[in-house]
C-alpha cells in the first residue's frame, strides 16, 4: 500500500474547505474540545469534502464516530488504544495508524498490524507538550529497518525543507501541523509542500 507522501493535520473542516482544492489527498482531522454534536457535524463535514476532492479521511481518535460515518483511516495514539475496539474498526473496513515515540509502544503497535506508523516529535514541535525529546533522522532510519513495508510516517517540527530529509531517512510520508496553520499563507505554504512531495 502506498500513501500521498505529504499529510497534514488540521483541527476543524474549515481549513478542509479551503485546502483541499490545492491538491491534499490524505489528510486528518483532529479535534479534541467538542461537544458530541458539534464533533459529529465536523467529521462528517470533512468526510464529504474528501470525498469531494478525492481525499482520503484520517479521523484522530474518534473510532466510533469514524465506523459511523464510514471513514477511510482512524490514527490512534498510545492511550487510545487502551480503549479503542480494534477488532470493530477492522471489520468497518476502516484503515489504522498508530503514534509511537518508543521502542515498547513500537513493538505494541507492530502487534496491531497497523496500516501505517508514526514517529515524532522527529523535531521539537511546539504542538503540544511531549515527554519526548526531539527523535532524530537516525531515529527516522531505525524505524523504517525495523517495520518494513509498513508507511512510515515522520511528524514534529517538519517543515518542507525538513521533509526532505525525512524522506531522504527513510520516511514514507511527512505531517504536518502549525508548518501550515500558523504560517502567514497557508495556501503558499500547501503548494511548496506538495511540490516536496512529488
Known amino acids: 500500500m502506498t500513501l500521498p507522501r505529504f499529510y ?7 481549513w478542509l474547505e479551503r485546502l483541499l482544492p490545492l491538491g491534499i489527498k490524505l489528510v486528518q482531522i483532529r479535534i479534541k474540545d467538542a461537544s458530541p454534536l458539534t464533533l459529529r457535524a465536523e467529521l462528517s463535514r ?9 481525499a482520503q479521511l484520517v479521523v484522530n481518535d474518534h473510532w ?6 464510514g471513514c477511510d483511516y482512524i490514527h490512534l495514539g498510545q492511550e487510545d488504544l ?3 475496539d480494534i477488532p470493530a474498526i477492522r471489520r468497518a473496513g476502516i484503515r ?28 521539537p514541535t511546539i504542538l503540544k507538550k511531549m515527554k519526548w525529546e526531539r527523535q532524530g533522522l537516525d531515529r527516522v532510519a531505525e524505524w523504517k529497518r525495523l517495520i518494513g513495508d509498513i508507511p512510515l510516517i515522520a ?10 530529509q525525512a524522506f531522504a531517512a527513510g520516511a514514507d510520508v511527512a505531517s504536518a501541523v502549525t508548518d501550515i496553520t500558523l504560517n502567514p ?4 505554504r500547501i503548494r511548496e509542500w506538495l511540490k516536496v512531495a512529488g
Open 82 to 84: 487502551d480503549s479503542a
Open 64 to 69: 466510533r464516530h469514524a465506523i459511523e460515518l
Open 8 to 14: 497534514p493535520i488540521f483541527d476543524g473542516s474549515g
Open 155 to 164: 511528524i514534529g517540527g517538519v517543515t518542507p525543507d525538513r521533509a526532505v
Open 96 to 123: 489504522i495508524g498508530i503514534s509511537t515515540h518508543d521502542h515498547a509502544e513500537l513493538e505494541r503497535a507492530l502487534a496491531l498490524d497497523p496500516d501505517y506508523i508514526a514517529l515524532g516529535p522527529v523535531w
Open 46 to 54: 470533512a468526510r464529504d469534502l474528501c470525498a469531494a476532492h478525492g
Open 185 to 188: 499563507d497557508p495556501q503558499a
